[in-house]
């Protein structure tokens, strides 16, 4: 049958406001996590990434929170631009020190407005 | 440092075809992973190549295929095309420390 597509949650902000995006994960085992932002025809573009040994990071002008307890991510983006506006997806992976994992798992992506 | 670049960009071709699409990843990246992003299935992974071997496959049928070359470049190949193959083929470039980088993709359109 036809395919129906992705229902993309979508957070509207105001210029200068700040914007939290939420994901939240599936493998308990997933030790690895990254954001990424996706401009209409575009690829992916890292944003920032976190291991689990940490429950927060920050970037310039976003910062990730990680809750394990209940495998919850969070992205905030501090003073948001019009160029903020994307598709951001959370990613998961297994961690592998030295080495590499090559299927992150992808979340369903949220789509964001930026408002002028 | 030069981005990874795919090509071609665009692809237009009829059930029943075969495609190969390119990636040539950042330079010193080793590891090659390949994704399809569709509007129903979202970023799904097709498979890693790490060192001319293939590490890692998803869940897609043997009509997806690929390969990487001794220079890291990659490729990879869908045999008789369906019309629900149209889609964006990402490819990402990994130097050993978890984070991929993605090009800019190709976008598949099946008639």
């Known amino acids: 049958g036809e395919s129906v597509g992705l229902h993309l949650p979508t957070l509207s902000v105001q210029e200068g406001d700040n914007s939290i995006i939420n994901c939240a994960y599936s493998n308990s085992a997933s030790d690895y996590f990254i954001w990424y932002k996706q401009e209409s025809g575009k690829g992916p573009q890292f944003i920032i990434d976190i291991r689990s040994n940490m429950d927060k990071r920050q970037g310039q002008r976003v910062t990730v929170l990680l809750n394990k307890t209940v495998k919850h991510l969070s992205l905030q983006i501090a003073a948001t631009q019009p160029g903020d506006s994307a598709v951001y997806f959370c990613a998961e992976n297994k961690a592998n020190y030295g080495g590499s994992q090559g299927n992150l798992i992808f979340g369903k992506g949220t789509k964001l407005s930026v408002k002028p | 440092k030069a981005g990874v670049t795919q090509t071609p960009r665009y692809l237009i071709k009829t059930r029943g075809q075969q495609v190969t699409l390119s990636c040539s990843p950042i330079s010193g990246h080793r590891s090659v992973s390949w994704y399809q992003q569709t509007p129903g299935q979202g970023l799904q992974f097709l498979f890693e190549?790490?060192?001319?071997?293939?590490?890692n496959k998803g869940n897609f049928p043997g009509r997806f295929s690929g390969r990487q070359f001794s220079n890291s470049r990659s490729e990879m190949n869908v045999s008789t095309l369906e019309l629900g193959d149209s889609a964006l083929y990402l490819c990402a470039s990994n130097g050993g420390r978890d984070t991929q980088y993605f090009g800019p993709g190709t976008r598949l359109t099946v008639l």
């Open positions: 190549y790490f060192s001319e071997t293939q590490r």
